[in-house]
C-alpha cells in the first residue's frame, strides 16, 4: 500500500459546534470519492435539520433505512463505512456539546493507552523497527507473507534488533491457506510473536481458524475485515482469536465498537483497534481503546503521513510505548480547515 487515502466527514450543530469522523476508504484508494458521494446524496438527506443527541440511536436508524439499498446495490462495505465515519462524527459533537475528551464521555477511566508501531514492511525491518524505537515506541509489528525465507529471517532480525523483551507481532494480511499458515507459525514460535495477525483470508470457515489455532503457540489475531454484530459475536465463540482487532471507521463506529470492545474484554480476549488512514480515525480509536480499558494496544502506521500529522499534531506523541490523552473535549483536536486543503482530492 503505497497511498494514503483519506476521507473526513464533518456534521455541525444549529449553534456552530463540530464533530469529525473518517471513513474507511483504503482500497482501492479512488473509494474515497466515492464514499463522499454516497454521504452527500443518500447520508446528508437523512441528517439535516433533525435532532442528534443520540448517536447509537442514529447510526441503527441510518443502518435500517438503507438496508434495502444496501442489497439492492451490493454496496454493503462502502455504505456501512459511511455510517461509521458519520457515527464517529456524532460522538465528536455529543462530547464536544458536553465539555467532556470523548474517551470520558464513552465511559473510560483512565487517559493512557498503549500503542505499537505498525506497517514495518520487508525491506530492512531492523532499522526501521530502531527508528521507531527512538521515536518512543516499544512495541512493533512486521508485516510478512513474501516467502518463507524472507518472512521468517526478517522475524529473526527483528527480535534480534529489538531483544527478548519488546513485543514483536506480525501481519501476513491473508497471505497463505491453512497448511502453509500452520507452517509459517510454527517457524515463528522460537521468536515468540505476541501475535500473528489475518494469517488466513478473512472469510474462510471458523473450523480453519480453530486448526491452525490448536497447532501453534503463537496467539491469532483478525477482526479489521469482519462486520457486524454476528460475525463478531461467532468470533468470540469461537475463540479463534486471542487478539480481536475491529476498525471503527470500516464498521460500527464508536457506538458499536464500544460495544464490541467490551465484549472482547468480557471473553477473556485481548482487544486492540484495528486502524490506518488519517488522524480524525487514529484519535477516535485511541479514545476508543481507552474508554474500553485493559491491556489492549493501538494501532499507529509508522510510514510517513503528512496528514495525519496535521491533523493530530501534539495528541499523537508516543513516549516509552504509551499516548495520553487530554482532558480537551470531544477527540482533542480541530482540524484546522485552511491547512487541509493541500491534500485535498475532493469536497462536498
Known amino acids: 500500500m503505497h497511498e494514503r487515502p483519506a476521507l473526513f466527514v464533518r456534521v455541525q ?16 484508494a479512488c473509494g474515497a470519492e466515492h464514499r463522499a458521494r454516497l454521504i452527500d446524496t443518500i447520508f446528508a438527506p437523512l441528517l439535516v435539520a433533525r435532532p442528534i443527541d443520540n448517536p447509537t440511536g442514529i447510526t441503527d436508524e441510518l443502518a435500517e433505512r438503507t438496508a434495502v439499498l444496501a442489497i439492492q446495490s451490493g454496496e454493503f462495505g462502502p455504505l456501512r463505512q459511511c455510517i461509521a465515519g458519520i457515527d464517529i462524527a456524532l460522538w465528536d459533537l455529543a462530547a464536544r456539546r458536553a ?3 470523548l474517551w470520558r464521555l464513552l465511559g473510560g477511566t483512565s487517559p493512557e493507552i498503549g500503542v505499537y508501531a505498525s506497517g514495518i514492511n520487508p525491506e530492512d525491518p531492523g532499522r526501521t523497527a530502531r527508528r521507531c524505537r527512538e521515536e518512543g515506541h516499544r512495541a512493533f ?18 527480535r534480534e534488533v529489538l531483544g527478548g523483551d519488546a513485543v514483536l507481532a506480525v501481519d501476513a494480511n491473508q497471505a497463505w491457506d491453512v497448511d ?20 488466513l483470508r478473512a472469510d474462510r470457515p ?5 486448526r491452525l489455532a490448536a497447532a501453534t503457540r503463537v496467539p491469532l489475531a483478525g477482526g479489521e475485515n ?24 470500516k464498521w460500527g463506529g464508536l457506538s458499536h465498537c464500544l460495544q464490541i470492545g467490551r465484549r472482547v474484554r468480557a471473553s477473556g480476549q485481548r482487544y486492540c483497534p484495528h486502524f490506518l488512514g488519517g488522524g480524525v480515525g487514529l484519535l477516535a480509536s485511541a479514545h476508543l481503546l481507552a474508554a474500553v480499558g485493559g491491556d489492549g494496544l493501538l494501532e499507529i502506521d509508522i510510514n510517513p503521513n503528512p496528514l495525519r500529522a496535521l491533523v493530530c499534531g501534539a495528541a499523537g506523541d508516543v513516549r516509552e510505548g504509551r ?7 470531544g477527540l482533542g483536536i480541530v482540524p484546522d480547515t485552511a491547512a487541509l486543503r493541500a491534500f485535498l482530492v475532493s469536497r462536498n
Open 13 to 28: 450543530d444549529h449553534d456552530g459546534t463540530e464533530g469529525w469522523g473518517e471513513v474507511w476508504c483504503n482500497f482501492p
Open 99 to 101: 465539555g467532556l475528551p
Open 141 to 158: 509489528k512486521l508485516k510478512v507473507g513474501f516467502g518463507e525465507r524472507r518472512d521468517l529471517d526478517n522475524v529473526k532480525a527483528m
Open 180 to 199: 502453509t499458515a500452520i507452517w509459517m507459525a510454527m517457524g515463528m514460535e522460537p521468536f515468540e510473536p505476541a501475535w500473528l495477525e489475518e494469517p
Open 206 to 210: 471458523w473450523a480453519e481458524w480453530k
Open 226 to 249: 469482519l462486520s457486524g454484530f454476528t460475525q463478531f459475536d461467532d468470533a468470540l465463540a469461537h475463540r479463534a482469536f486471542a487478539v480481536v482487532q475491529p476498525d471503527a471507521a
Open 323 to 329: 499516548v495520553v490523552l487530554d482532558e480537551t473535549p
